[in-house]
């Protein structure tokens, strides 16, 4: 019905339109959709095009060049939003302002430079990430002038009308059209953990959100039934989107902020020190501005400034190399989580079996062929609308022998909770009800049972019989669903017609296990990655594919068994269990909650009783065909379901864990090391150790192949066992190796001081050229756990690093050395540094091999 009152008002008081519509909007449930038609300039055919494209265009969709450029322009400027770059930038400009025009030039080259690399390796890096996640957006089925069409959910706008059906995730705040046994999960929003049934109708606007029957919310997801609705609010305007705002905090994974925290920790350090090096150096009387540009110059050479970069870098190039072996990244930061995982747990279907369904055979109660059983289960896999799936698609290729032609009627979508699909179907002067579905479910819908075409006996003469068979099938392996049917009267179909049915027999199905599946296991077993199934399946089927698929003696746990065990001793249990069976959806997500206390669990599922235990778990991963709602909440989307090409993700989220720890070990050792060495020279030298553009240009040489670390090779060995933060052996290496650093700068300093007695610009110049070589080949010597000459670095690394090395030994003879506050080092003295610098080498390279052995924990 339409609610005249509002007409009434409008009529006696004149409101203005904008707010009438502000007013009425927010509890849209109160009006019917007539109403909402002529406010939303809609019809039952949708909107026309002219006005999607004004409604698009007052949103600001067409602005996209713009948005681009400023999103290129905001994430340059974030190169130099540190605090410590910010200062030595001000140093800078008010050095200019005293005359120092050419080192200043200098090092603002050097600034701008090195903002501008990472900018474009940061900006590469966003893109892939962008084009990566476009091909899994979802997409909404739209009534457009009363054209069906498939189109992203972002551009849905309000007055549309949606289409939906079982899986779909709803992209807005929407009113019921139509409605055919529809249910709706809402737990995100209300706490009810049951689907909640929806259908057309008004209600009071005081009714409360939970009762609310006749709206759908973004956010939430359809879980059987299908319905049209039209869309009301969109963006921040649902209620979905004001939550969303008023909580935006993000989780952070231990990985994250495991880095994060070190971040700071880092920084805290080198703010310290170099503050301590500025009073040094100010009580040394040096100049004053030319010891704050020493200190700053130092603090933003040796913080960690290159750590979100390389983090986004190395994981933007682990999400292109997963793309290049068919696995789609939705969530970039979860790479890391990947690479943590030690145990999988899936479905069987379509990831252990081929995922093919292939019809069996097609009996009635006593066990026989039956071409009845065959005609009806084709007739209800043809004409039912739901998600598609392999059952009905097997059903649909059957060829029923002289069927007559009959028009679909009326359906009963599939529902998680009934486990049964329902179709009607008329001809001639018949009306029948045909239901197929788990075996329990039919069985408890059904009073009698078909034996052939003239005897129908009640059922439970044969009850026990149906039972055993049942039983019987499932121990050979042969995965079972049952058919039952009865005449109806009615063209009114709903599920109060679903009882006292006719048993008519089984419908047998084989999904054979994968031929790759005893290699895939040996792979994973290779990783460290354990492998659990979870299943809906028969206890008997679930066991009988475990051991095809090469588990020895599965030990299985069904879900009436997870239904008496506490907690505590799911916990124990869970461990020992290699198949669990016969669970309903929110047993999944019990038992990965069960599992993470021991595991880095990975969950791998594609349907909507999926959608629970993907959120639940470390890592969610989908496939490219799975509804929309578990691709929504996976942070991996595979284009093929096949557990090999998650094994290779894994091994690539290990590869990108492994890349960045290598950043984190480089900046905590020699650059590290070289900190405490800038605190000791300035204690004993009369002069500054090296020039404010001399560290700068340090750390420009050795930025780049610090940068290319990202697409680094690395060791198997890192890659066959788990990645996992480990805070304490980081401490521990930057002790051990920061005073390995140092003491090599310490035999420097005195070389020079003593045995060559050089002056202030030959020490310089020769400690920049040490520095320079030693956070060179400190990378190469930490980037493996081996000797660093048994393990081949990735080709860019190789070429930039050699590339460093020249031009840091290049740049004394150059005729850029007198600007860069160099002179040409003797040769006595280049080959002492080059001594030094092997020394310091070999022995990184036995500590790092002592300490790797010592102190990492398997």
């Known amino acids: 019905m339409r609610f005249p009152v509002i007409h009434d008002v409008n009529n006696a008081f004149n409101f203005n339109r904008e707010y009438l519509m502000e007013t009425t909007e927010n509890s849209f449930w109160q009006y019917d959709v007539a109403f909402w038609f002529g406010q939303r300039h809609s019809s039952e055919d949708g909107l026309s095009q002219e006005e999607v494209n004004r409604i698009l265009a007052d949103r600001g969709m067409g602005s996209k060049t713009r948005s681009v450029v400023k999103k290129n322009t905001l994430l340059f400027l974030a190169q130099f939003k540190s605090p410590l770059m910010l200062l030595l930038i001000a140093a800078v400009i008010l050095s200019a302002f005293l005359g120092d025009v050419s080192d200043v030039l200098i090092i603002l080259s050097i600034v701008v430079s090195t903002g501008l690399i990472s900018f474009f390796l940061e900006r590469n890096a966003g893109n892939i990430v962008e084009k990566l996640q476009s091909l899994v957006a979802i997409k909404t089925r739209v009534l457009r002038n009363g054209v069906l069409q498939e189109i992203p959910s972002e551009q849905i706008v309000r007055g549309d009308i949606i289409v939906l059906k079982a899986g779909d995730r709803l992209p807005a705040d929407c009113l019921i059209i139509e409605a055919n046994e529809l249910h709706v999960n809402e737990s995100g929003l209300t706490g009810e953990s049951f689907p909640v049934r929806k259908e057309p109708g008004v209600l009071e606007a005081t009714t409360p959100l939970a009762e609310r029957t006749n709206c759908l919310w973004e956010g939430t997801h359809v879980v059987s039934g299908d319905a049209r609705a039209l869309v009301m609010l969109t963006g921040a305007q649902t209620l979905f ?12 994974t231990t990985f994250e902020k495991g880095i994060k925290d070190f971040g700071f920790l880092l920084m805290k350090i080198t703010i310290v020190l170099a503050f301590f090096i500025l009073l040094i150096n100010l009580l040394n009387h040096e100049k004053v501005i030319e010891s704050a540009l020493f200190a700053l110059a130092l603090a933003v050479g040796m913080a960690p400034e290159l750590l979100p970069a390389i983090t986004t870098i190395a994981m933007s190039a682990g999400a292109k190399r997963l793309f290049a072996k068919g696995v789609i990244v939705k969530k970039l930061d979860a790479i890391q989580n990947l690479g943590e995982v030690n145990l999988l747990c899936t479905d069987k279907t379509g990831t252990i079996t081929e995922g093919e369904i292939k019809i069996m055979g097609l009996m009635d109660g006593e066990g026989n062929e039956s071409e009845f059983v065959k005609q ?14 392999p059952i009905d698609e097997a059903l649909k290729r059957l060829k029923p022998v002289a069927a007559p032609v009959v028009q679909k009627i009326g359906e009963i979508p599939y529902g998680f909770i009934r486990k049964r699909l329902s179709v009607a179907v008329s001809w001639q002067q018949e009306k029948m009800l045909i239901s197929k579905g788990a075996f329990a479910q039919i069985l408890g819908i059904c009073s009698k049972i078909r034996l052939d075409h003239e005897n129908i006996e009640e059922l439970s003469f044969h009850k026990q019989r149906l039972e055993d068979r049942f039983a019987e099938y499932g121990r050979k392996g042969i995965r079972v669903i049952a058919i039952c049917y009865k005449y109806i009267d009615t063209e009114d179909i709903s599920r109060a017609l679903e009882n006292n049915m006719i048993f008519a027999g089984f419908i047998l199905m084989e999904d054979p296990v994968k031929p790759v599946m005893p290699d895939t ?6 990783l460290k990655v354990g492998l659990k199934i979870i299943t809906g399946d028969n206890k008997n089927i679930a066991e009988a594919i475990a051991l095809q698929t090469g588990i020895k003696k599965p030990l299985v746990m069904t879900g009436a068994e997870l239904l ?9 249990r869970v461990k020992r269990v290699h198949v669990f069976a016969e669970v309903e959806p929110q047993q999944k997500e019990r038992i990965i909650l069960a599992l993470k206390k021991s595991y880095a669990v990975a969950y791998m599922g594609d349907g909507i009783n999926d959608v629970s235990a993907l959120h ?7 496939v490219d065909n799975a509804v929309d709602v578990a691709r929504e909440a996976a942070d991996f989307v595979l284009m093929e379901k096949n557990l090999m090409v998650l094994a290779e993700g894994i091994k690539e989220g290990r590869k990108t864990f492994a890349n960045t720890l290598k950043y984190i070990y480089i900046n905590t050792g020699a650059t ?5 060495s800038m605190a000791f020279a300035s204690l004993i030298l009369p002069f500054l150790p090296m020039l404010p553009k001399q560290i700068l240009l340090t750390n420009f040489i050795t930025d780049l192949p610090f ?12 890659l066959h066992k788990p990645g996992k933060w480990d805070i304490r052996l980081i401490r521990r290496y930057m002790i051990f190796f920061g005073i390995h650093s140092s003491l090599f700068d310490v035999i420097t300093f005195l070389s020079l001081l003593y045995i060559f007695k050089v002056g202030e610009s030959a020490f310089q110049t020769a400690w920049f050229v040490e520095s320079v070589l030693t956070e060179l080949l400190i990378l190469f010597i930490i980037r493996t756990h081996e000797n660093f000459l048994k393990s081949k670095p990735g080709r860019l690394l190789r070429v930039l690093g050699l590339t460093g090395l020249l031009v840091a030994l290049a740049l004394p003879y150059s005729p850029l050395a007198k600007d860069l506050g160099m002179t040409p080092l ?33």
Request: aromatic share 10%; no cysteine.
């Open 241 to 252: 989107g004001s939550i969303a705002q008023s909580v935006s905090r993000v989780s952070e």
């Open 376 to 389: 009806l289960a084709f007739w209800n896999a043809a004409l039912e609308n739901g998600y598609s799936n």
């Open 521 to 526: 296991l040996k792979e994973l077993r290779q």
């Open 564 to 572: 008496t065990t506490s907690p505590e001793a799911l916990r124990q």
């Open 616 to 622: 639940a778990a470390d890592v969610g991963i989908s």
């Open 672 to 676: 590290f090391g070289n900190m405490f």
């Open 707 to 718: 940068l290319s670390v990202s697409s680094d090779n690395v060791d198997q060995e890192q």
């Open 826 to 858: 003797p040769m006595m003295i280049l080959v002492a540094m080059l001594l030094i610098v092997a020394a310091y080498a070999i022995t990184a390279d036995l500590l790092k091999i002592w300490f790797f052995k010592r102190f990492q924990r398997h």
